[in-house]
């Protein structure tokens, strides 16, 4: 799924387009919002990355606004290759980033900037960085154990805190991003037969959601 990285051109070289026989991205990164998102600037039009394999803190979380810094200093107002593998539901186009030959995904979870987002990791290298900077103590992992949560579980809770179980009413809620608990998911998908809520087929909705409460959400993970 993942194209092999080639020497990223230098500014000069690069032309405002898409590739579209390579999926390739080329410009400029004109924002960053967080640790794992940036917009990149090609030609006339905006658009936004969410960096591949990778999950960073919330800006909110414990070393969210370090980690939004970090990736400032990588990539913010620099030329940028971008290699995209996919479209999240958000419309982002997913993909691996580079900047002058570096691989900023990598030196994000290299730096202790961000998680390797294991569900959605095709490669052993990304795991063994953030292993290796597990073991150096860097960036959040030099936090407290108890405030380095990962992202995918803050966004749960954060979501559940807003979303109140309410009286089942087949129709009006049929995707999981919409159920407060993987009870609930469950009792929809029994009631109402909501198909949207079992992705692969398998006859077990939310699966996500209910590796959450389950202590599993790290091996599944959650845009």
């Known amino acids: 799924m993942y194209v092999a990285a080639a020497k ?10 898409t590739d579209t026989e390579t999926n390739t991205l080329h410009g400029r ?12 600037r090609v030609g006339a039009e905006k658009i936004r990355i969410r960096l591949a394999q990778i999950d960073a803190p919330e800006p909110d979380q414990p070393h969210g606004a370090k980690s939004t810094a970090a990736l400032s200093a990588l990539a913010l107002r620099k030329q940028a290759r971008v290699e995209v593998v996919d479209i999240d539901r958000y419309g982002r186009s997913v993909g691996e ?36 900077a597990r073991a150096a103590k860097s960036g959040l992992w030099a936090l407290p154990e108890n405030e380095r949560e990962p992202p995918w579980t803050w966004r749960h ?12 009413a087949c129709g009006t809620r049929t995707y999981c991003s919409e159920m407060a608990s993987c009870e609930e998911a469950r009792r929809y998908f029994k009631k109402c037969g909501a198909q949207s809520m079992d992705g692969d087929g398998d006859g077990n909705p939310c699966e996500r959601l209910c590796a959450t409460t389950g202590g599993d959400e790290r091996k599944r993970g959650r845009w």
């Open 97 to 132: 980033v580079f900047v002058d030959n570096v691989d900023i995904n990598h030196e994000m979870v290299r730096g202790g900037h961000a998680w390797a987002y294991t569900h959605y990791a095709h490669s052993t290298e990304i795991i063994e960085l953030e292993n290796r």
């Open 29 to 40: 990164v004109d924002a960053i919002t967080d640790g794992d998102t940036l917009t990149l």
């Open 157 to 168: 809770r954060a979501h559940a805190r807003q979303i109140k179980p309410g009286p089942l």
């Open 8 to 17: 990223c051109p230098s500014p000069t070289d690069i032309d405002p387009k």
